[in-house]
């Protein structure tokens, strides 16, 4: 089996691929078009590099791994049409990206950039009393995983969370 990466891909990733999977061949490559696709069965890709053409030369390409959500830039009609199956990283920047959310909103409410800023110049006083999340009410647009998870964690805070998205059918909590 061929599995080809158009996208830099760590040294230490690459070792333990290697190590774990010695019958599969490895290609690592920053550009599509300098490589042969005789035989890749898989191409991870950032998606922006597949066109119908390389879709068409990829004669024994049955999985295309896209490392990244979006798949608008795939050519999704020839793939589907070659019946290669496509998957995508859905979630996979939830938890960093919830945790991020958490950490602005937090650093806000307890005042942290005005107490930075002062400490430098060596004032200690305080511009407002720092307030709390608990028992605040938050409303997330977009429910999908990453605003679902943002709601997950503040609900340990005790903020109730009102989620609101596009289709109007109820998300779980």
């Known amino acids: ?48 590099d597949l066109t119908e053409e390389i879709i068409e030369r990829a004669s024994a390409l049955r999985w295309v791994m896209v490392a990244a959500v979006g798949v608008d830039e795939l050519p999704l009609n020839a ?12 979630g996979v920047h939830k938890m960093p990206l919830a945790e991020s959310v958490l950490a602005h909103l937090l650093s806000l409410e307890r005042g942290l950039p005005g107490i930075y800023a002062r ?24 429910t999908g995983a990453i605003g679902g998870e943002i709601g997950r964690l503040l ?3 005790h903020v109730h969370t009102i989620g609101c998205h596009r289709s109007g059918h109820d998300s779980p909590s």
């Open 79 to 90: 793939l589907q049409k070659k019946g290669i199956i496509v998957t995508n990283s859905h």
């Open 155 to 157: 609900q340990a805070f």
């Open 119 to 142: 400490q430098t110049e060596m004032r200690w006083e305080l511009d407002k009393i720092p307030g709390e999340v608990n028992s605040s009410t938050a409303l997330i647009v977009g």
């Open 1 to 48: 089996m061929k599995v080809l990466f158009t996208f830099k891909v760590k040294t230490a990733f690459k070792e333990q691929l290697s190590k774990e999977y010695p019958n599969v061949e490895f290609i690592y490559t920053a550009s599509i078009e300098d490589v042969s696709l005789e035989g890749v069965e898989v191409i991870a890709t950032e998606g922006v």
